[in-house]
């Protein structure tokens, strides 16, 4: 079965809004996220508030008509914002590297693979697909440094770790895209 992956703008995401609740559901219950079923209704709820947000774009991709990947990213404002996890990341990176790196730049906010449909490269496509509107190459994410899998992920595909670790339980990390103008001064390396 031939998997497609295509860029939807935020009056068409909610249309998959089931089918992306289910890889959500499915992707993010094991280890590291461990998350109850909750999580993903959650998630599917805050998905119409999300598509609300400026320069909201996200990437789905089917098979015979189910969803088995998304992707989900927005403009983080020039304010950056200090609810979630963004008051740490603005603590780990200081006001200086927050400005320049993150604010006005497009922000991977999600991206899910069911776990059935890993392996394929379906991951690398539909990052791809969600960060082809990054202004001027700025992209970045956030992630477990115990999601070792999407580390892999997002190494092999040109991402870069910040050498700052966030501060918090969860073990969280800043990446920059692969053709984000901060890269060099990151530091980071590959990870490896």
Known sequence: M????RTVQAGEVIRYADGIRAV???????PPWNEDPAGADLYAERL???????GFTAAVATAGGTVTGFATAWITPEVFPADRSYGQVAEA??????????CGALEVNELAVAPEAHGGGLGAALLDAVTGP??????????????????RLYER??????DAPVPGKAALVVLLGPRHPGREEAGGGDGR
């Open 24 to 30: 959500y559901a499915s992707a993010f219950s094991s």
């Open 134 to 151: 990054a202004p001027g190459g700025r992209c970045w994410l956030l992630t477990s440094v115990r999601a070792e899998a999407a580390l």
């Open 48 to 54: 119409a508030r999300d598509a609300l947000r400026p």
């Open 2 to 5: 031939t998997t497609e992956v």
């Open 93 to 102: 990176l200081g006001p200086g590297r927050t400005r320049a790196w993150l």
């Open 157 to 162: 595909t040109g991402w870069r770790r910040v």
